[in-house]
């Protein structure tokens, strides 16, 4: 079992265990409430019916005592202390105590009431054990609704929740009945509204992979267009290299094969690099010297440079430090030089400067090559497309990469005529720390 798995919780069981602990809880200390209340009540009641017993029997009214287990006793005395009267011919204290007092006569306990007028004291005693008997009945009378009608809440409470669930049970249903390529939107009707925002990221989840999954639809067609023409054109070098007559010819079409090769490895590459920039995540940031990764770049192209006798320049003032990831940055020098080394003409010139203004740090390569025109600058930032007219061999992926690699890291990329070198101007800037 993975950790996972442990950590996972049903949220209708933890509802449905804290409200019916919660209502166990409450019912518990009602009921207690209730029975001690209904016992206090219950010792008044008794309590009046003695005083009204006493003023019944000092009013002349017959006392009945209801035979030799009656739980009530009576004594009168006269004012010399005589026993005028004694029902059940049960004992009571000598010693009155006037008002209520509880009292012990051969082993049984009694509550008495003694009340004095000027020609009798009344005594009235009942006997405690039956009378406690009979305030626990009345007591659990009192109760007993409570803890018939816990049961019933707890039910209603649990179909209340089970109700409350059922659009996520629901919306679960139709998650799972969905077909794989199913991006479609969830509805979110009947939905609480607490779990509304939970639906909208979904939705916006679901369109956001529909729009990766468009994009790699499209860029696997391009991709075989595109590969469609050097892979033809080495099969038609290659035949051309095997008809050569002579070893002049047959080393020019090697050469040209060779090439041709060469141009299918570049284009195979920056494939591979723009499919893993398209489904790479953010990545780790980290703080960046832009000077540092900039001569990385230009060390390993400066080869391809000075075969064009082109001059390289690196203009900094100031150390600027970004917060980004290592390989993308790199990916998208290498790929800005590489253009700039393509379309700058033989003896030309390379610029690339960096700096921090009011809108944060920047990084820019400048080229004396022809430049982009300007109805065409925001188009070569598409995939495979290429400026009408160009002769400098390439695939029309470089740019693409790179705004591609700058989006995942939060940079935005503009492309405009180098106001120095007259040429075309890459300027990336980076998001504010």
């Known amino acids: 079992m993975t950790a996972a798995t442990n950590a996972s919780w049903s949220l209708r069981r933890r509802l449905m265990w804290l409200v019916l602990a919660a209502i166990g809880v409450v019912t518990v200390l009602q009921a207690a409430t209730a029975y001690r209340s209904a016992l206090r009540e219950a010792d008044r009641m008794f309590d009046f019916h003695l005083e009204e017993v006493a003023r019944s029997v000092h009013g002349g009214m017959p006392f009945a005592p209801g035979g030799d287990d009656s739980e009530y006793s009576v004594q009168v005395w006269g004012p010399d202390g005589s026993t005028i009267y004694r029902s059940n011919g049960r004992e009571l204290p000598s010693q009155a105590v006037l008002g209520f007092s509880d009292s012990r006569v051969n082993g049984i306990r009694l509550r008495i009431y003694t009340l004095q007028t000027p020609e009798h004291t009344i005594q009235i005693a009942q006997d405690l054990d039956a009378r406690e008997t009979r305030a626990r009945a009345l007591a659990a009378t009192a109760v007993t609704p409570v803890l018939l009608l816990a049961p019933l809440l707890m039910l209603a409470v649990g179909a209340v929740i089970g109700g409350s669930l059922a659009p996520l049970a629901r919306m679960r249903r139709q998650v799972a009945a969905r077909a794989a390529r199913d991006l479609?939107?969830?509805?979110?009707?009947?939905?609480?509204?607490?779990?509304?925002?939970?639906v909208r990221e979904l939705n916006a989840l679901f369109a956001r992979v529909q729009g990766t999954l468009e994009a790699q639809q499209h860029f696997v067609a391009d991709a075989a267009h595109e590969l469609r023409s050097p892979l033809t054109a080495l099969k038609l070098q290659l035949q051309a290299a095997q008809r050569a007559h002579d070893e002049e010819a047959r080393h020019a079409a090697t050469q040209q094969l060779a090439a041709?090769?060469?141009?299918?490895?570049?284009?195979?590459?920056?494939?591979?690099?723009?499919?893993?920039?398209?489904?790479?995540?953010e990545g780790a940031g980290e703080p960046l010297d832009l000077e540092e990764v900039a001569r990385q770049a230009v060390s390993a192209l400066l080869p391809t440079a000075h075969a064009k006798s082109l001059d390289v320049g690196l203009a900094t003032t100031e150390p600027v430090v970004v917060q980004a990831n290592r390989e993308a940055l790199h990916l998208i020098l290498r790929n800005l030089l590489d253009n700039a080394i393509k379309y700058t003409p033989v003896g030309g010139r390379i610029d690339i400067g960096m700096g921090r203004d009011a809108q944060g740090a920047w990084l820019a390569v400048d080229d004396s090559g022809p430049g982009v025109p300007e109805t065409e600058r925001e188009r070569v930032f598409d995939r495979f497309y290429r400026?009408?007219?160009?002769?400098?061999?390439?695939?029309?992926?470089?740019?693409?990469?790179?705004?591609?690699?700058?989006?995942?890291?939060?940079?935005?990329?503009?492309?405009?005529?180098?106001?120095?070198?007259?040429?075309?101007r890459v300027e990336l800037r980076f998001p504010p720390p």
């Open 184 to 198: 479609s939107p969830l509805s979110a009707e009947g939905v609480p509204e607490e779990v509304q925002p939970l």
């Open 260 to 281: 041709g090769i060469e141009r299918a490895i570049a284009l195979v590459e920056q494939l591979l690099a723009l499919a893993r920039q398209e489904g790479a995540g």
């Open 387 to 424: 400026v009408p007219g160009t002769e400098a061999a390439g695939s029309g992926l470089g740019l693409a990469i790179v705004r591609t690699v700058a989006q995942r890291l939060g940079a935005q990329v503009r492309l405009v005529q180098s106001p120095t070198l007259g040429g075309a």
